[in-house]
Structures are given as structure tokens and as C-alpha cells.
């Protein structure tokens, strides 16, 4: 059954700590995304990464990081420098299909208290 | 700077009738715009791309128009059911493997 997995669903911290959000997809596709998503506006994008090794800042960076030591995995962190992280966080892969569209995973939804 | 605009209010239409949902962009000349359906805590899944040089595509109930002389596209869904509910975003590649989403029109079907 392939397809992209976020866990976990919903996820609550306490402000000032650090919280990794898990990506994994196995459709075997070069190209790995994060967005954040608020009420009312569009996706915006955290992170991308084209290939394994290789990762670019998208328009809303700051506060957060990622790493891609492997094809399938694309982990975020939230860290403490993110002024205001509660949202929901969709992370999305994609191959080389002609529609060039994006799969997304179901989401976590991070509250921080 | 690129810039994406879809209604912000929802659209409230009876069974059975066409929802026409608008997408408007700025600043750019895309080679190609997407639209996705999101339902409600969850993410975004694809429904059809158009090309710059198709002025409409269809799929079953969905049907596509792109006019890049207005840089507008409209997405239409025939014979509407409740079922169709759902947030509707449009999606534009701003180059290499980034894409921008439109915030979204939310479609509200009533039986």
C-alpha cells in the first residue's frame, strides 16, 4: 500500500521545547516537502528537498529544520526559535508523473501550549 | 510578486446544480495550474492539471478552464453532490520543484 506517512496525528508541547515531526513515504520519489498550513490562508513552504543529501529553505524557514539521510524519510523539526508553531503541518513527495503532482500525508496537527 | 487568489468566501449550491469555483494569479506565466481537493483535517489530493496550451480539460464531473490572457482558471463540478464538500485549492509551480497553493474555496453541497 504505498503512500506518505505523518505521525504522529496530533501533537501538543510545551512552549520553549523542541518537537521532531515524522514523514516517511514509499513511492520510491526524489522530491520531499513540508508546508505549514493556517486557517484562511494557502500552504506555505518550509522545506524542500530534491535528492537524498540535499535539502533547500522554502519561504518560511526560520525556526525550523530538517534533514534527508534517506530516500524515504523527511523529518521536521519545530524548534523553540519558532515564534508561533501551532498548525497544521502537511508534508507532500513527488515523482516524476506527468501531472506532476504533489501526495500528501494525512497532517499533525502541533498545538503548543 | 507571484500571487494566487481563489474566493475566500464558501460556496453554498444545491444538489444536483454546477459549482464554478474561480482561481486568479499574478506575476507570473505558469506553464501549467493544478487543482486539489482537501476535506477537513486532512491533506490535499489531486484532481486534474491543465496545460498553458489547453483551454479546458475534463474528468468525469470535473471540468478545467485556463485563460492565461485573463490568468484566470475556473473549475467546474457537474451534477454536484453532498459529496463533493471539500476545500478546493489551485496550484501553480513557481519553478524547479516548488509549487504555491491558493488559500482555497470551501464548497458546501446541500441534499
Known amino acids: 500500500d504505498g503512500g506518505i506517512t505523518q505521525s504522529p496525528k496530533y501533537l501538543f508541547r510545551k512552549e520553549g521545547q523542541n518537537v521532531t515531526l515524522s514523514c516517511e513515504q514509499n513511492?520510491?520519489?526524489?522530491?520531499m516537502y513540508w508546508y505549514r498550513q493556517d486557517p484562511g490562508q494557502g500552504l506555505r513552504l518550509i522545506y524542500y528537498s530534491q535528492i537524498v543529501n540535499d535539502f533547500q529553505k522554502g519561504d518560511i524557514a526560520e525556526g525550523y529544520s530538517v534533514s534527508r539521510e534517506k530516500k524515504e524519510s523527511f523529518p521536521l523539526t519545530v524548534t523553540s526559535a519558532q515564534k508561533n508553531p501551532t498548525a497544521f503541518y502537511l508534508c507532500?513527495?513527488?515523482?516524476?508523473?506527468?501531472?506532476?503532482?504533489?501526495?500528501f500525508g494525512p497532517g499533525t496537527r502541533l498545538t503548543v501550549l | 510578486s507571484q500571487k494566487i487568489e481563489q474566493n475566500s468566501e464558501a460556496l453554498n449550491i444545491q444538489e444536483g446544480k454546477t459549482a464554478t469555483l474561480t482561481c486568479n494569479y499574478t506575476?507570473?506565466?505558469?506553464?501549467?495550474l493544478q487543482w486539489y481537493r482537501q476535506d477537513p483535517g486532512r491533506g490535499p489530493v489531486f484532481l486534474l492539471l491543465?496545460?498553458?496550451?489547453?483551454k479546458e480539460k475534463r474528468k468525469e464531473r470535473l471540468k478545467v478552464t485556463f485563460d492565461t490572457t485573463l490568468k484566470q482558471s475556473l473549475f467546474h463540478i457537474t451534477a454536484s453532490q453532498p459529496a463533493d464538500s471539500a476545500t478546493y485549492l489551485c496550484a501553480l509551480p513557481t519553478g524547479g520543484f516548488k509549487t504555491i497553493f491558493g488559500a482555497g474555496t470551501r464548497l458546501f453541497v446541500k441534499a
Open positions: 507532500a513527495s513527488r515523482g516524476a508523473g506527468l501531472n506532476n503532482e504533489q501526495f
Open positions: 513511492l520510491n520519489h526524489d522530491a
Open positions: 506575476n507570473y506565466s505558469p506553464a501549467y
Open positions: 491543465i496545460r498553458e496550451n489547453e
